[in-house]
């Protein structure tokens, strides 16, 4: 009895030994055959995938890229996409770098989106179809990853289900930006509606012989050689010893290369002092730059010049505008003058910042002022009417336009989408976008209601847009020429004001040296 017992343990325990080996085994022969998924992309979300540690993809389903600050407006978006769903809808995809690290950008940021989803919001509300669908597309950081979430939205755009028919966005003007456009618009044949980016490597020329560049491209922000022009209308008599150029010379940052050459005009009288140049590492980094700007900032304190033109971002602007108040001039005032890249540089200050700017209290004039061109603002209709004799129209709409806005967001008549901030213009100047694009999809469809027209007619539209069919945008007026570009629409030059501490309307400028003419009839040649 104990032999048997004995005998049958043992054949138990081998029984179990041989099926534990057999099963290692068959793993290992598995591993072999089928190797795990190591280092494969993590999933973030629906159409979006963590590449490079960030999440990357198109996405209309409300998630926020890690960017609590958007968070409400996307599940708006969500709310309105799900309520479309099942009618004849196109897509308009939102690209622009979706997970910044600052607070100042992520404010930015959820302004760019409260002004699409506001425009979607509207359009959706009236008479015109087919309706529009938004989604939220991330390119990664400065635009870096954005060849892989462009073969996302070629997808798209063949997908019957979403009808891709627009992309807008299109913050910053870098190479990687321009490597999009690029692709989107010759490759894809998908139409681009760029809001934000004033660079004009981003602009298809005017008076062109043969293809444009960028077909089926479109803009409703004044190009940085349209702002310079606005500017040197504004300061009009300006002599050319009274004026210096600082420009960044960092590569590839096409914003501040083609502003640079924009403040680059001929001026009148002597000789000025030469460029002033300095080389940042990168948009967001002041680096050095510190230093570079005490030593100009001397140079320019035995000049004679008293308007500064700066080529560069914010962060660096806002520096150098610090340091060049810590110079003692013998009392001279500055005024330092930039692009529309600088329409958040109040979001930078401190308390102690405007105190440098100030200088002594005592002082009539504030040491440094900074102004720029913005692409909008909330006072310019206002007060541009208060002084006119009569009402003309390229003020009047736009302000209605305003108004009306501003009272769906004041009621809260499209939801909670956060608090929504107007004096920085990103969400006038995006809104007025994906306006222009409804209006475009409106018109490619309006003899076959309720259908989804192609994008090689949605494209086809940018050029009608003028006169009876002219886009009455918060921002102004946006008449296309046939190259795309707003024909003459008004920047607001504004200033940081030292003594208020507050962002202030300094005038209208218009590209053209006068205002927009009557119904916006963009003129030949």
């Known amino acids: 009895m104990l032999n048997w017992l004995y005998n049958h343990v043992w054949a138990t325990r081998l029984k179990k030994a041989v099926t534990i080996l057999v099963v290692a085994a068959v793993g290992v022969a598995v591993g072999i055959l089928v190797p795990p998924a190591v280092g494969g992309p993590d999933h973030c979300a629906d159409g979006v995938e963590k590449h490079g540690g960030e999440c990357v993809g198109v996405n209309g389903s409300g998630y926020d890229f890690g960017t609590p600050e958007i968070g409400r407006v996307s599940g708006a978006i969500a709310a309105e996409n799900r309520r479309i769903d099942g009618e004849p809808h196109v897509t308009v995809a939102m690209l622009l770098p979706l997970q910044p690290e600052s607070d100042a950008e992520r404010k930015q940021l959820r302004s760019d989106v409260q002004g699409a989803y506001l425009a979607q919001y509207r359009a959706n509300r009236t008479e015109q179809k087919p309706l529009i669908r938004l989604v939220l597309a991330n390119p990664g950081r400065n635009y870096a990853q954005q060849a892989r979430v462009v073969d996302d939205l070629a997808d798209l755009a063949d997908d019957e289900k979403h009808n891709l028919r627009a992309v807008t966005g299109f913050n910053l003007s870098l190479r990687h930006t321009v490597d999009a456009v690029d692709r989107l618009t010759n490759e894809l044949r998908i139409p681009v509606l760029i809001s934000r980016a004033s660079a004009d490597e981003l602009a298809n020329a005017e008076r062109r012989a043969g293809r444009p560049r960028f077909p089926g491209l479109a803009r409703v922000i004044p190009t940085n050689r349209q702002q310079a022009a606005a500017l040197a209308a504004f300061h009009h008599g300006l002599r050319d ?285």
């Open 241 to 525: 010893e009274e004026t210096v150029l600082v420009k960044d010379t960092r590569p590839d940052d096409i914003y501040v290369e083609s502003l640079a050459r924009a403040f680059s005009g001929d001026e009148e009288g002597p000789a000025g002092a030469k460029d002033q140049e300095f080389t940042s590492p990168s948009i967001n980094d002041p680096g050095e730059t510190g230093n570079d700007f005490s030593l100009i900032g001397h140079n320019i304190c035995q000049s004679r010049a008293k308007v500064v033109y700066f080529a560069g971002r914010p962060v660096h602007l806002r520096l150098f505008a610090l340091k060049l108040a810590e110079v003692p001039c013998r009392g001279k005032r500055y005024t330092v003058v930039s692009g529309s890249g600088a329409a958040t540089l109040d979001r930078y200050m401190s308390d102690a910042d405007w105190r440098k700017l100030r200088g002594e209290p005592s002082a009539k004039e504030p040491t440094v002022t900074v102004q720029y061109t913005a692409p909008g603002h909330p006072e310019a209709w206002s007060r541009a009417l208060a002084g006119a004799k009569d009402r003309p129209a390229h003020l009047t709409e736009p302000q209605r336009e305003l108004t009306e806005l501003r009272a769906l967001t004041d009621r809260q008549g499209a939801g909670d989408i956060g608090p929504v901030r107007y004096d920085d213009s990103r969400t006038m100047l995006v809104h007025d976008g994906v306006r222009t694009i409804a209006q475009a999809v409106f018109l490619a469809n309006a003899r076959s209601a309720g259908a989804v027209p192609p994008r090689e007619r949605v494209a086809a539209q940018w050029s009608r847009l003028e006169s009876a069919h002219r886009v009455a945008g918060t921002s102004g007026w946006v008449c296309l020429t046939n190259a795309g570009n707003p024909y003459d629409k008004p920047v607001a030059v504004v200033e940081l004001d030292p003594r208020t501490r507050k962002l202030r309307f300094v005038g209208l400028g218009w590209p053209e040296g006068r205002a927009q003419p009557r119904d916006c009839v963009v003129p030949s040649g």
